[in-house]
């Protein structure tokens, strides 16, 4: 038997790490790495994307749904480039990715050879934390432990990149001697917690205030039951970023929903009314949804002291782990005894979710975008995993859906990129196989690199334990999201040449993969498209003829301003203008008192 070559020992590696899955497409970069797969019986798990930008986005996806390490892979030079945006939707969202890479052999390097690049300047700044490159066997399980276990510490994407005459080399450990830099696997983490007298400090500020708002973002996922006690002690509502979607259920009737250029109405008038704020694990950038400055007191938990004092003029800054916080601070709380500023939230809340009723019951043309939420909002099992896309199917992923349970749910939160939903939704079902999947994507989206990932769906689906995957287009024949932020910031009409899609049968398009395929172009349809979808024994796109006309209204408009967004529509007769304005005007009419 031939010795194991350095190929072989990386993938052993990987084992090691307890790696099950990466995400990748091949090339003649990393033949020595493929060949070894193949002598490897295909463990970790190949698994093939159609573009090496799919592989990283699901990649970071299965980290997202797994809470574990995302690993894609890619050949040198265009694949490697490649691989760039996916890994900075990691590197943006905090999310820990390792990137493994080839390169041409060490004997072409400096001379400008085919597909030879600068890998290590190329990944300086995404894999700013960790990027290396293996030149000698002895170096490799250094080289990629410490990719593995930067990338899980800074929650960070990493690089390694591997030429490919080093991949076939005979593998040769580090020994016991001068230069050599041996490694082991595996770690095991602290659990970080501030001082008491620092937990003291915040208790205090917090006892005081008696309009108390609490910021969860995804850091306090794994605190639930610790922030539910807390919101209680405090009389406070909870507002949650997009990336906390899903860290409480929106069904506790205090929790307020989104916030920001995408947010409810009752987070805006929370963040406008309260006088003292708490955030746990959240960076959200957006300081004017916070309260003014001279206006609350406030403390901040998180676990990366990088990232701690932030976006607010922050008076405590405890540095540690969300749960085990929570659980210091929850002792040193007083319960308040004035529940009026609760109560207002939660009134606040209940006709919110009253009005995003209505909204999605808006007469459109043909299908309303935000019922195609709206009617999957109370359909979704319990264990559901739910993705969207950048565009207006995030605004309305963050504002229609009614997250409970144990539902998961993400999208590309600070990148905002177009093109995750579908590989989001393929990494999520490597991570939980038996968990469906739903993902919301725009027409453009799809085309834009959707429709491809639509035929990994098709190679891999009948692997998982639960084949429901199913992809929610809105399809309106638009690149809807900036259409709708010219009108509202250039004041400009739209500009056909730049916005308008060409027609696409998706459904189509899916049935001939063998998928299931579902149009619809009525509202009366949804229900039912639903219910087929999610009783469906593969995976199901729902192609949705939706209005572009419908008008994401940021939750601080006015009604005025409502009616301006409606009016931007150049070429819309007056009475489908007066249907929208119609549409918006409950919401800002319920919710402002001067208009």
């Given at each position: 038997?031939?010795?194991p070559?350095?190929?072989?020992?990386?993938?052993?590696?990987l084992?090691a790490w307890d790696i099950?899955?990466?995400?990748?497409?091949?090339?003649?970069?990393?033949?020595?790495?493929?060949?070894?797969?193949?002598?490897a019986?295909n463990?970790?798990?190949?698994?093939?994307?159609?573009?090496?930008?799919?592989?990283?986005?699901e990649?970071?996806?299965?980290?997202?749904?797994?809470?574990?390490l995302?690993?894609?892979?890619?050949?040198?030079g265009?694949?490697?480039i490649?691989?760039?945006?996916?890994?900075?939707?990691?590197?943006?969202?905090?999310?820990?990715?390792v990137?493994?890479?080839?390169?041409?052999?060490?004997?072409?390097?400096?001379?400008?050879?085919?597909q030879?690049?600068?890998?290590?300047?190329?990944?300086?700044?995404?894999?700013s934390?960790?990027?290396?490159?293996?030149?000698?066997?002895e170096?490799?399980?250094?080289v990629?432990?410490?990719?593995?276990?930067?990338?899980?510490?800074e929650?960070?994407?990493?690089?390694i990149?591997?030429?490919s005459?080093?991949?076939e080399?005979?593998?040769?450990?580090?020994s016991?001697?001068?230069?050599?830099?041996?490694?082991?696997?595996g770690i095991?983490w602290?659990t970080?917690?501030?001082?008491?007298?620092?937990?003291?400090?915040?208790?205090?500020?917090?006892?005081?205030g008696?309009?108390?708002?609490?910021?969860?973002?995804?850091?306090?996922?794994?605190?639930?039951?610790?922030l539910?006690?807390?919101?209680?002690l405090?009389?406070?509502?909870v507002?949650?970023p997009?990336?906390?979607?899903?860290?409480?259920?929106?069904?506790?009737?205090?929790?307020?929903?989104?916030?920001?250029?995408l947010?409810?109405?009752?987070s805006?008038?929370?963040?406008k009314?309260c006088?003292?704020?708490?955030?746990?694990?959240?960076?959200f950038?957006?300081?004017?949804?916070l309260?003014?400055f001279?206006?609350?007191?406030?403390?901040?938990i998180?676990?990366?002291g990088?990232?701690?004092?932030?976006r607010?003029?922050?008076e405590?800054?405890?540095?540690?782990?969300?749960q085990?916080?929570?659980?210091?601070?929850?002792p040193?709380?007083?319960?308040?005894?004035?529940?009026s500023?609760?109560?207002?939230?939660?009134a606040?809340?209940?006709?919110?979710w009253?009005?995003?009723?209505?909204?999605?019951?808006v007469e459109?043309?043909?299908?309303?975008?935000?019922r195609?939420f709206?009617?999957?909002?109370?359909?979704?099992?319990d264990?559901?995993i739910?993705?969207?896309?950048?565009?207006?199917?995030?605004?309305?992923?963050?504002?229609q859906?009614?997250?409970?349970g144990?539902?998961r749910?993400?999208?590309?939160?600070?990148l905002?990129t177009?093109?995750?939903?579908?590989?989001?939704?393929?990494?999520?079902k490597?991570?939980?196989?038996?968990?469906?999947?739903?993902?919301f994507a725009?027409?453009?989206?799809?085309?834009?690199?959707?429709?491809a990932?639509?035929?990994t769906i098709?190679h891999?689906?009948?692997q998982w334990?639960?084949p429901r995957l199913?992809?929610?287009?809105?399809?309106?024949?638009d690149?809807?999201q900036v259409t709708?932020?010219m009108?509202?910031?250039?004041?400009?009409p739209?500009f056909?040449?730049s916005?308008?899609l060409?027609d696409?049968d998706?459904?189509?398009?899916?049935?001939?993969?063998?998928?299931?395929?579902i149009?619809?172009?009525?509202?009366?349809?949804?229900?039912?498209?639903w219910?087929a979808?999610?009783?469906?024994?593969r995976?199901?796109?729902?192609?949705?003829?939706t209005?572009?006309?419908?008008?994401?209204?940021?939750?601080?408009?006015?009604f005025?301003?409502?009616k301006?967004?409606a009016r931007a529509l150049?070429?819309?007769?007056?009475?489908r203008?007066?249907v929208i304005?119609e549409?918006?005007?409950?919401?800002?009419q319920e919710?402002?008192?001067?208009r």
């Amino acid at each position: 038997m031939a010795a194991p070559t350095v190929a072989d020992f990386l993938l052993e590696r990987l084992r090691a790490w307890d790696i099950e899955h990466v995400f990748a497409y091949p090339g003649d970069g990393i033949n020595g790495i493929l060949a070894a797969w193949g002598r490897a019986d295909n463990h970790p798990q190949f698994i093939q994307a159609r573009h090496e930008e799919m592989a990283a986005f699901e990649a970071v996806g299965y980290a997202k749904f797994s809470g574990g390490l995302g690993v894609c892979m890619a050949t040198s030079g265009p694949g490697a480039i490649h691989l760039l945006n996916g890994l900075y939707d990691a590197k943006l969202d905090h999310v820990p990715v390792v990137a493994i890479v080839g390169q041409t052999s060490r004997s072409a390097m400096g001379g400008s050879y085919q597909q030879e690049v600068d890998l290590l300047s190329l990944f300086k700044d995404v894999a700013s934390d960790y990027v290396q490159m293996v030149t000698v066997p002895e170096q490799l399980p250094n080289v990629l432990d410490r990719a593995i276990r930067v990338a899980l510490a800074e929650r960070a994407p990493t690089a390694i990149i591997i030429p490919s005459d080093v991949q076939e080399l005979p593998y040769s450990a580090p020994s016991h001697a001068f230069k050599m830099v041996p490694s082991s696997t595996g770690i095991d983490w602290p659990t970080a917690v501030p001082g008491d007298a620092a937990v003291q400090r915040a208790a205090d500020i917090l006892n005081a205030g008696s309009k108390v708002a609490i910021l969860a973002g995804s850091g306090a996922r794994g605190a639930r039951g610790e922030l539910m006690q807390v919101a209680a002690l405090l009389g406070a509502g909870v507002a949650k970023p997009l990336l906390g979607k899903d860290v409480l259920s929106d069904e506790l009737p205090y929790v307020t929903g989104s916030i920001g250029l995408l947010g409810t109405r009752p987070s805006y008038e929370m963040m406008k009314n309260c006088d003292t704020l708490l955030t746990v694990g959240s960076s959200f950038p957006y300081t004017q949804f916070l309260p003014e400055f001279d206006q609350a007191r406030a403390v901040q938990i998180d676990i990366d002291g990088k990232f701690i004092g932030m976006r607010y003029p922050y008076e405590v800054n405890l540095v540690g782990d969300a749960q085990a916080t929570l659980r210091a601070l929850i002792p040193l709380l007083r319960p308040k005894d004035d529940q009026s500023w609760r109560e207002g939230i939660e009134a606040n809340v209940a006709r919110w979710w009253e009005v995003m009723e209505s909204e999605a019951m808006v007469e459109a043309d043909p299908v309303n975008p935000m019922r195609l939420f709206h009617e999957l909002s109370t359909r979704l099992p319990d264990d559901a995993i739910v993705t969207a896309d950048s565009g207006s199917s995030a605004n309305w992923y963050a504002r229609q859906l009614r997250f409970r349970g144990d539902m998961r749910g993400s999208l590309s939160g600070n990148l905002a990129t177009m093109g995750p939903g579908v590989p989001y939704g393929i990494g999520a079902k490597f991570a939980a196989p038996g968990r469906p999947a739903i993902v919301f994507a725009g027409d453009g989206a799809m085309q834009m690199n959707g429709l491809a990932e639509l035929i990994t769906i098709k190679h891999y689906w009948q692997q998982w334990a639960d084949p429901r995957l199913i992809i929610a287009i809105l399809h309106n024949d638009d690149l809807n999201q900036v259409t709708w932020e010219m009108r509202a910031m250039e004041g400009a009409p739209k500009f056909a040449e730049s916005q308008t899609l060409p027609d696409v049968d998706y459904a189509a398009f899916a049935t001939s993969l063998g998928l299931h395929g579902i149009s619809v172009d009525k509202p009366d349809q949804l229900g039912p498209a639903w219910d087929a979808a999610l009783s469906a024994d593969r995976p199901a796109v729902l192609d949705v003829r939706t209005d572009p006309s419908i008008p994401p209204i940021p939750p601080h408009a006015t009604f005025e301003q409502a009616k301006d967004a409606a009016r931007a529509l150049i070429h819309g007769d007056e009475n489908r203008r007066s249907v929208i304005v119609e549409g918006v005007k409950t919401k800002v009419q319920e919710f402002l008192p001067g208009r």
